[in-house]
């Protein structure tokens, strides 16, 4: 029997109501889900465990996103694709946050949950 096993997906985001949206939208489509609510706390996380993707925002507290982004791509051994998931709108920092690596910017405001469903789909495949 060959079971795939889920993809794992780390969702970074200080605001526990848009943190657990996401959750409950990933876990029902199968992904296996872990939350943080800063960047110190992710890149804790994942250079001790395997993730697939991260759910990235860019302002919250400890370190935020672009710090976050900045290790990642600083360290070769952290493998996983980032989609940053925010409410900061502006080219600066979507060119910002696209320079550092990250996979695609995204607008809370601008895009539902079944929207960023479509987008990690996409990424992961």
């Known amino acids: 029997m060959n079971e795939k096993k889920a993809k794992k997906i780390i969702i970074v985001e200080d605001d526990p109501f848009i943190a657990d ?3 409950v939208e990933l876990e029902n489509n199968g992904y296996d889900v872990e ?3 800063d960047g110190q706390e992710a890149l804790e996380k994942i250079k001790n465990q395997k993730f697939d993707l991260m759910l990235l925002d860019i302002l919250m507290p400890q370190k935020d996103g672009f710090a976050v982004l900045n290790e990642i791509k600083a360290n070769p051994n952290l493998d996983l694709e980032v989609i940053v ?3 900061l709108a502006g080219d600066d920092y979507i060119k ?3 320079d550092l690596g990250a996979k695609d910017y995204i607008v809370k405001t601008q895009f539902t949950p079944k929207e960023v469903l479509r ?3 996409e990424i992961l495949k």
């Open 119 to 121: 987008k990690i789909k």
């Open 35 to 37: 939350i943080t609510k």
């Open 21 to 23: 949206i996401y959750l």
């Open 96 to 98: 910002k946050a696209m």
């Open 85 to 87: 998931l925010t409410n």
